[in-house]
């Protein structure tokens, strides 16, 4: 039975056996009836007088199994034969026995809460767990009737008042006087209802406090985390106070974490983290506390990272910075990234930051390329709040090659600083050319992005130098596939054929330091984590709506296999099918590109955002000329029309663009396929095509809300079967069919807001056309934005 051979049909002779005097083999039955009982209930009919009689046995160990036997049956049909053993055993002379009887009622109560509730066993339960000499029968007392009254308040205002008496003073102080005798299990149960009691004034508070003392230097840490609750609990509006509980739960915590294994160690830190980042100043001297160990697991090195970047000011920095720049040698690539972000945070929110800065430019001369790609990131930023250390650290970004470079985020960096600075880095206009001439090599949107922009900036600071660059910039973004891309390229095509100085001023303007970066985490998220205090929120670093709801966590859960999709009727209710959205909501499914369909013939690309026919002019070339010399500066100050081809020298065709071919493959918009077919078609066809794709930023930030991403493909003819995930990973199974004829293409999609990447399986019943639809597939995907434009970042 326990390696999963079904052996129900001997179900008879094991009753038989289950009447022999050994104690071993009768628990043995036991256990076998236990398993077998609910899927043979008319069978379990015969185990019912064995069981019945063995609660009457002399040996308190045989009552005991007998009576948890019979209420594990679990047979709706035979609750009548449990109210009486129950019973008894909450009035047998064994503790062990009455322990039992307590966890049965609680099952009787779950298979028919009628039957418990008529019985007063909620009653007879309230009285033992007030009375009774036994900790575990107390314990189990209060576990089942806070559940038992917490299902019954909904509809019950006895349970009401019940549920609330549990968290009357006389209660409260009956379970904190007696918390030494409980068991760990059953002190965090108590201290779990403490924290919702409310006390009466600062006295009460105090003495609780006095009575819970002794816990914080308790073995387990639970316990010790159970009790760091409720003081902080109690004390959250006696700042004062409060400020003194810190100090004083620093010590025991800080026991704990170098005590325990290193998941005790991982969770205790994950607390520690949450009150440092509240209180940071209290854990300033206990630094060291937060150094890595050579033998550490890398994750709980990367909590130690943050807590020190937490816990650093004025007095310390030197020695932590010296601490993390060790680190930046580890063998494990992963902490030597941490360690080199945290030296770039502490930078960041220090004010006197000259050997830090030293620091990190000697990283650039580590010579590894995953240290110099950090370091790169960093020092964008520190250039963004310090302005002021921009030769010091030009000087010594100005030596890097970028053919060195592979990583987008570092190479975007550089990028960023090339343009910044070109005044200052004389070779500037010279390797944006060269990354610009490699434009077709280089896959990352955002690296793409940035060339754009600096080539911008370049031209507006050294424009002879960088015309030829700019033009060839501008040429290959506004042919780019991905739609941020080209949209920028464009906006900076006409905001340059309007007015050169305008240009300027949006895409160069005078820029303040940057004082304070934006929190990845808002206060209100944190606070909510605060109240959550010791339990899984504190762990993940988010409240428990965010890992437990549907609605975050998705409707499915899908398995490894695709072939095993089920599709549940709970999660039906969450399925888009095709036809579902009114008349009234077309408005909201339409794409950009769609709405705005018939506003203009639309560019090769797809966009509807069209570059405008050039005419060509005389005085163009000497107008060119004369800003190539002077520099934007001495342009005009009114509009002006350049052509695009003149302006850059690119010898660009002045003819309209020309109207794009029709699509090679239409789809049906009234496509319908049960989720049965789905799941049949899908297990039986072979997977036609594997594709990896790019998804833009605001893509990405839409997928906060997963429906905008089923309603903007269905715009596209293409709907949504089932959903799923939860960020960074969501999953969507898509289906579509040819408007000529009922051919289906099958589509799962994982897309990774991590790494804005998107994996595409796609299944067809006609080979031939599943290239062109992947094409359609991916098209429509890379349009999917957020329905914010955001301006300003375009911009800048």
């Known amino acids: 039975m326990t390696i999963g051979i079904d052996v129900s049909s001997v179900f008879g002779e094991m009753v038989m056996c289950s009447a022999t005097s050994d104690i071993v083999l009768k628990k043995m039955c036991y256990l076998y009836v236990g398993n077998y009982a609910k899927g043979n209930p008319d069978l379990s009919l015969l185990t019912i007088n064995f069981l019945q009689r063995d609660c009457k046995d002399e040996d308190p160990m045989i009552r005991g199994l007998a009576l948890r036997s019979l209420c594990s049956l679990r047979v709706p049909n035979l609750v009548e034969y449990l109210v009486g053993p129950l019973g008894s055993g909450l009035k047998d002379n064994n503790s062990y026995v009455r322990t039992i009887a307590v966890t049965g009622v609680l ?50 205002e006895e349970a009401c008042r ?51 003392e002794d816990r914080l230097q308790h073995a387990n840490g639970a316990v010790v985390l159970a009790t760091v609750k409720v003081f902080l609990q109690l004390t959250l509006s006696m700042t004062d106070v409060h400020q003194q509980v810190y100090e004083r739960i620093k010590s025991p915590l800080l026991t704990l974490v170098s005590s325990g294994s290193p998941e005790q160690s991982y969770a205790i830190l994950s607390h520690l983290h949450l009150l440092v980042v509240r209180a940071p100043f209290i854990f300033a001297a206990d630094y060291k506390h937060f150094y890595c160990q050579y033998n550490e697991p890398s994750y709980v090195k990367k ?17 932590i910075v010296t601490e993390l720049c060790e680190y930046a040698a580890n063998v494990d690539i992963a902490i030597a990234r941490e360690s080199i972000r945290a030296v770039g945070k502490i930078a960041l929110q220090q004010y006197d930051v000259n050997a830090i800065v030293d620091r990190l430019l000697q990283f650039l001369e580590m010579e590894k390329d995953y240290v110099t790609a950090e370091t790169l990131v960093l020092v964008k930023d520190l250039l963004r709040k310090y302005p002021q250390w921009s030769h010091d650290c030009i000087s010594v970004v100005g030596g890097i090659s970028s053919k060195n470079i ?78 941020d891309v080209h949209d920028r390229a464009l906006f900076y095509y006409r905001v340059l054929q309007y007015d050169v100085h305008v240009a300027e001023r949006v895409v160069s303007p005078p820029k303040q330091a940057v004082s304070v970066f934006a929190d990845t985490q808002s206060s209100e998220i944190k606070d909510r984590v605060f109240d959550e205090f010791n339990s899984l929120s504190v762990i993940y670093q988010k409240p428990s709506y965010m890992f437990t709801d549907k609605e975050h966590r998705g409707p499915f859960e899908f398995s490894d296999e695709v072939g095993n999709i089920s599709i549940t009727p709970e999660a039906s209710s969450d399925i888009v099918p095709a036809q579902q959205y009114e008349a009234n909501d077309k408005d909201l499914l339409l794409g950009i590109d769609e709405k705005d369909e018939n506003k203009g013939v639309s560019n090769n690309n797809g966009s509807a955002y069209t570059a405008p026919s050039l005419e060509s002019s005389s005085n163009i070339t000497s107008q060119m000329q004369e800003l190539a010399i002077s520099g934007p500066a001495t342009s005009a100050t009114t509009p002006q029309s350049f052509g695009f081809d003149d302006l850059f020298g690119l010898g660009l065709s002045t003819a309209p663009a020309p109207t794009p071919s029709p699509p090679l493959l239409k789809l049906n918009a009234r496509a319908a396929l049960d989720p049965g077919a789905f799941q049949q078609k899908w297990r039986q066809l072979p997977i036609s095509l594997t594709q990896e794709c790019s998804v833009n930023p ?53 897309i990774n807001t991590s790494s804005a990447k998107a994996q595409i399986k796609v299944k067809a ?3 031939s056309t599943c290239q062109a639809f992947t094409t359609v597939f991916e098209t429509a995907l890379s349009k999917f934005v957020s329905l914010t434009f955001d301006f300003v970042s375009l911009c800048y």
């Open 162 to 212: 019940e549920k609330e008496s549990l968290l009357s003073k006389p209660v409260i102080y009956y379970f904190l006087n007696r918390i030494k005798e409980f068991n760990e299990w059953a002190q965090c149960l108590i201290l779990e209802l403490a924290v919702k009691y409310v006390p009466s004034d600062s006295n009460d508070i105090f003495d609780i406090m006095n009575l819970l």
């Open 303 to 319: 909590l130690k990272l943050e807590m020190l970047t937490a816990v650093a000011n004025e007095s310390n920095t030197y020695e």
């Open 765 to 767: 019943d006609e080979q």
């Open 698 to 750: 605001q893509g990405i930030a839409a997928l906060t809300v997963p429906q905008s991403l089923i309603k903007h493909m269905q715009s596209h003819s293409i709907h949504c079967i089932a959903s799923g995930g939860q960020s960074p990973n969501f999953k969507f199974f898509f289906f579509a069919q040819k408007e000529s004829e009922p051919s289906n293409y099958l589509t799962e999609c994982i």
């Open 107 to 156: 099952k009787l109560y779950h298979i028919s809460p009628s039957t418990c509730i008529d019985a007063d066993f909620p009653a007879t339960l309230k009285s033992l767990m007030l009375h009774d000499s036994d900790a575990q029968v107390v314990a189990n007392c209060l576990s089942a009737l806070q559940e038992i009254w917490s299902l019954e308040a909904s509809h019950s």
């Open 406 to 483: 592979q990583e987008p985020k570092a190479k975007a960096a550089l990028i960023w600083m090339l343009g910044e600075y070109a005044q200052d880095m004389s070779d500037a206009p010279y390797v944006l050319e060269n990354l610009i001439e490699n434009w077709e090599e280089e896959h990352s949107a955002e690296v793409r992005l940035h060339l754009l922009t600096a080539a911008m900036k370049c031209f507006f600071k050294r424009a002879p130098e960088t015309q030829k660059a700019l033009g060839t910039a501008l040429a290959a973004g506004i042919a780019d596939f991905h739609q």
